[in-house]
Structure formats: C-alpha cells, structure tokens
T-cell receptor
Framework: DAKTTQPTSMDCAEGRAANLPCNHS???????VYWYRQIHSQGPQYIIH???NNETNEMASLIITEDRKSSTLILPHATLRDTAVYYC????????????FGKGTLLTVNP | GAVVSQHPSRVICKSGTSVKIECRSL??????MFWYRQFPKKSLMLMAT?????????EQGVEKDKFLINHASLTLSTLTVTSAHPEDSSFYIC??????????FGPGTRLTVT
C-alpha cells in the first residue's frame, strides 16, 4: 500500500499557482519524497524530489514541513498542459529505488 | 531529463501469440530498469525489476514464465508477453535508472489482445 495520502482531485485556474498537498505521517528518516506526474496515456514524468530541505527546479517547488510529515508541490504558473495525475511517492533507495504508485491527485487546470 | 523510449507504442495481437516490447535508455546507461502495467483508470503496478546482466526480480503475483524480461545491456531491456490473452491487454510502461536516484519513464506501450 502507498504510504502517502493525496486528495483525489483538484482544480486550478490557468496562470495561477497550483499547490498539491501530500501527507506522509509515517515517513522514515531515510525516505525521500518524490513527485511524478502522468499526463493521460503517457508514461510518468519525474518532477522533483527532496529529503528535508525545500527544493526548486525549472518545473516546480517542493516544500517539506519541518517534521517531514507532509509536503506540498507547487507549480508556480499552471498551464493547461499541466493537467495530469500527480503522484507523491516515498523512496529510501532500497530495493533498487522501486516506486510504489498510489492513486495520486488529478489536477485539472481550467482556462 | 533523460530520455527513455519504448517500441512499439501500440500493438494488437491475437490470443495465444507472444509480443515483445523494447525499452531503451537513449542518453544514459541504465543500471536498473523497471516494468509496470497500468489498467484503465488504475495506477501503475510494478511488475518486475531488472538489473543489467542478471535475472529479473518479479513482484508477487506476476508470472515470470509469462512475462519474460531480458536486460542484456545497459541501454536495453525487453519484456515478452508469452501466450497473450485478452486479460493481458494493458498499458505497459518501463522506467530506467542510472547512477542518480531519479527514474525516467518510457512513453508506454498499449497492448490489445484480441
């Protein structure tokens, strides 16, 4: 079973920031938080990952709470092409880094 | 990000035949490759993990004799669905990992068994 909890769906207006939450209250000290997204009928796309510090790249920002029990993925200026299912996944690097996908959050960006 | 390709993107085959799907890492050497299956409106389910030059490790409930995996080089892994049946119809996705922690996914292969 996935060790993360995400809302089933969210809506966001085009051009606005999309903030996607993820709860992972049982996270272990050596587990990273990974975010992937899957656009319909495509393979998942890596977005970002972090351990305890906030991270930012060209796609998104990842904010991890100090206790590491939750995190938020931020898409600063959502576009229609950001409509996808977003997955928050924990991984410690064990077992060759295999990922366990939960149900994710369907983000719909509206014009 | 790194590029992973899959071939074919879509295949239709008759029940009882075998189908081979290729997964290639185009711009990095993949020490580990993963094969997933995704049924409609469901999440990805890991089928197996393969390391170059060694036998694949299958997840519980996945038949290794039905889903043959070969990871012959650092850039190529193949999944062969043997004696395919309609219930094997699914979206098959591979991913590859190099020295870094991130996995990069292929675009997927839609298999339809008639």
């Amino acid at each position: 079973d996935a060790k993360t909890t995400q809302p089933t769906s969210m809506d966001c207006a085009e051009g606005r920031a999309a903030n996607l939450p993820c709860n992972h209250s049982t996270i272990s000290g050596n587990e990273y938080v990974y975010w992937y997204r899957q656009i319909h009928s495509q393979g998942p796309q890596y977005i970002i990952h972090g351990l305890k510090n906030n991270e930012t790249n060209e796609m998104a920002s990842l904010i991890i709470t100090e206790d590491r029990k939750s995190s938020t993925l931020i898409l600063p200026h959502a576009t229609l092409r950001d409509t996808a299912v977003y997955y928050c996944i924990l991984n410690s690097g064990g077992s060759n880094y295999k990922l366990t996908f939960g149900k994710g959050t369907l983000l719909t960006v509206n014009p | 990000g790194a590029v992973v390709s899959q071939h074919p993107s879509r295949v239709i085959c008759k029940s009882g035949t075998s189908v081979k799907i290729e997964c290639r890492s185009l711009d990095f050497q993949a020490t580990t490759m993963f094969w997933y299956r995704q049924f409609p409106k469901k999440s990805l389910m890991l089928m197996a993990t393969s390391n170059e030059g060694s036998k694949a490790t299958y997840e519980q409930g996945v038949e290794k004799d039905k889903f043959l995996i070969n990871h012959a080089s650092l850039t190529l892994s193949t999944l062969t669905v043997t004696s395919a049946h309609p219930e094997d119809s699914s979206f098959y996705i591979c991913s590859a990992r190099g020295l870094a922690a991130e996995q990069y996914f292929g675009p997927g292969t839609r298999l339809t068994v008639t």
